[in-house]
């Protein structure tokens, strides 16, 4: 539960940074808080990472549109399967083959 909320609040940071007019938030400081939330995300603990990631797909559902897409795709924007992979060559060869083929 706890980490469904969590989930919704990173989200909507997100969706705040990527969405909001450059009228409004600077681009250069929206990629810099961007690159901030990576950092943070990479640090989190694995078991806590894997829920998080889990959780994306799930409240993804709440929101439509562009937003929808852009929370379904928060663990592949930032590398969080990677992140999670990366004591794995087997899973992260797979990974870097789904990257290819969306290249």
Not at 40 to 51: E, T, W
Request: charged residues 30%; aromatic residues 8%; glycine residues 4%.
């Amino acid at each position: 539960m706890i980490t469904t909320q969590i989930a919704r609040i990173i989200a909507d940071f997100i969706l705040f940074l990527d969405l909001t007019d450059d009228e409004i938030l600077d681009p250069d400081a929206a990629v810099e808080m961007m690159e901030w939330l990576g950092g943070r995300l990479d640090a989190l603990d694995k078991g806590f990472l894997r829920q998080l990631v889990d959780a994306f797909p799930v409240i993804a559902e709440e929101y439509s549109g562009q937003a929808q897409e852009l929370v379904r795709d928060i663990a592949y924007s930032f590398y969080l399967e990677e992140k999670l992979a990366e004591d794995d060559p087997v899973r992260l060869a797979e990974l870097e083959a789904i990257r290819d083929a969306k290249a």
